[in-house]
């Protein structure tokens, strides 16, 4: 059974920097495209970035030049940095898998979701 953990989320304040970690088990992660979605209330999610099985890392607009995604294999975790954090990063924020070596952006393209963690960034 498949199993992705986020922990990490928090309240932090603008300008500062959190970072999420997912914990995959169930799966040899490196088979599959790894990522992190967003969802603040009464909004879809949004994909934040994406990382492949080779590492390459991707990222949705709202991440560039401020989120990085890495991965270690080994310890099936993937991790989500957050810098220069911004009131409207607020959201609940979810990893997933998915088994491809294309770049998915889209939630539909995923087939697995952890419950995601909450982070709250305050003005």
């Known amino acids: ?3 992705l ?4 989320g928090g309240l932090v304040q603008a300008g500062g920097s959190v970072r999420l970690s997912c914990a995959a ?3 040899t992660i490196s088979n599959y495209v790894m990522g992190w979605f967003r969802q603040a209330p009464g909004t879809q999610r949004e994909f934040v970035g994406g ?8 990222y949705g607009h709202s991440a560039k030049g401020r989120f990085t995604i890495s991965r270690d294999n080994a310890k099936s975790t993937v991790l989500l940095q957050m810098n220069s954090l911004k009131p409207e990063d607020t959201a609940v924020y979810y990893c997933a898998a ?6 998915p ?4 393209d ?4 952890g ?6 960034v305050s003005a």
């Open 105 to 108: 952006t889209t939630a539909a």
């Open 98 to 103: 998915e088994p491809t070596f294309s770049f």
């Open 110 to 113: 995923w087939d697995y979701w």
């Open 1 to 3: 059974q498949v199993q």
């Open 25 to 27: 088990s169930g799966l």
């Open 115 to 120: 419950q995601g963690t909450q982070v709250t």
């Open 5 to 8: 953990v986020e922990s990490g």
């Open 51 to 58: 990382i492949t099985s080779g590492g390459t890392a991707y």
